[in-house]
């Protein structure tokens, strides 16, 4: 136990199972900017304390607290202010990280580390903390048979989630909001992404989510508000979309290549720019079954379902793709006569490519508990 006070302190080794607990939230200074606590042994518990200031290095990725090749372990409500790295686990599983504040300071990419970094673990829960101002907010490489849910991670200067080849992990309930370039999903299989908040993620190169060469995904119940992009897709197989909301986003999804058996159902695209981009088309992908605010169709049969399909790939979306500057045009009475005369006779947008059961009433997200 810990009493409160204020502590400048050099790195400390823990070496054996041991349970650290602060008592009114004691702060830890580290004295020459190095690493505060640096875990190697199995059963260790870290909780309630402020830890500060590790000052960045360009050769070390130096961190608040290191679990190092070390397994059950719990790291709960602590604090970490301005750290390179926050909470660094290497090569680590079976552990928990949850309650924690890791604020950091970052002005640049390059010289500023995550909130939370995996590597190489498996079977961890990250749960309700509380990630910001870092370079990513959470960072799994290698990481597999882990849960990722109700953490809230925003105003990171790259990506609020990231991860790469980590399989079979569930992210629930998170909120990922005015990131620098969103979350980006990679070169992972089994993944399920259930009921998160992606919004404010704008910029040049900017989406809410990102995947790339992802296979056999679940993206169910988000909410994708007010992003450049909702999501980016290219390379990625056996993909269900359903029940996610596209709000005021630039484009709400836009497909690039190597997608193929992707499924879009019971999803509701309102009031964004452009709903649906496709770089090409194939006869595997499908769109029906969605509610579009921009569908102009009728119901004279009242089962809910549009009588016509609904095509929503605009022209103006493909003109864009090839001349970005016509962007200027985008609100013009002239875009909007081209739109409606593609729409009734498609010649440069993908005539296959509409939803054929376009839905009448908006459909009503689940939220996890």
């Excluded at 996610?244 to 509701?268: C, I, M, P, Y």
């Excluded at 010649?347 to 009448?360: G, N, R």
Aim: charged share 25%.
């Amino acid at each position: 136990m810990i009493p409160a006070g204020n502590y400048s302190v050099g790195t400390i080794i823990i070496d054996k199972p041991l349970s650290i607990i602060g008592e009114g939230f004691p702060v830890f200074t580290s004295e020459e900017g190095e690493e505060i606590l640096t875990i190697i042994s199995d059963s260790v518990h870290i909780e309630g304390l402020v830890l500060e200031k590790v000052t960045t290095s360009f050769l070390v990725d130096r961190a608040a607290i290191r679990v190092k090749e070390s397994d059950h372990f719990t790291i709960k409500n602590n604090k970490l202010r301005d750290t390179f790295f926050g909470i660094y686990l290497e090569n680590s599983s079976y552990g928990e990280v949850s309650g924690n504040e890791v604020l950091g300071d970052a002005k640049q990419e390059s010289s500023s580390g995550n909130a939370i970094h995996a590597w190489y673990c498996h079977d961890l829960i990250i749960t309700n903390n509380e990630v910001a101002r870092h370079r990513d907010g959470i960072y799994f490489e290698f990481v597999d048979n882990s849960l990722i849910k109700g953490n809230d991670s925003h105003d990171n200067l790259r990506y609020g989630l990231h991860f790469m080849f980590s399989n079979d992990d569930e992210y629930i309930d998170n909120i990922f909001m005015r990131n620098g370039a969103g979350v980006a999903v990679m070169f992972s299989k089994f993944i399920n992404m259930y009921s998160n908040k992606f919004q404010y993620n704008w910029g040049n190169s900017s989406y809410g989510l990102l995947l790339k060469e992802i296979y056999d995904a679940e993206i169910v119940d988000n909410e994708f508000e007010k992003n450049t992009i909702g999501i980016f897709i290219e390379g990625s197989t056996r993909i269900n979309y359903s029940r996610n909301d596209f709000v005021q986003n630039g484009w709400a999804l836009k497909f690039s290549g190597g997608t193929l058996d992707n499924r879009v159902r019971e999803n509701n695209f309102i009031s964004n720019t452009f709903d649906l981009s496709v770089g090409f088309y194939t006869e595997s992908n499908s769109f029906d079954g969605n509610y579009w605010s921009d569908y102009n169709g009728y119901d004279l049969d009242k089962n809910g379902v549009g009588d016509v399909p609904h095509r929503p790939v605009k022209l103006f979306n493909f003109l864009i793709n090839s001349s970005p500057e016509s962007v200027v045009l985008l609100r013009s009475f002239f875009v909007e006569l081209l739109n409606f005369a593609e729409k009734i006779s498609p010649v440069f947008t993908p005539a296959e490519v509409m939803d054929k059961e376009p839905l009448m009433d908006k459909i009503a997200l689940k939220k996890e508990s």
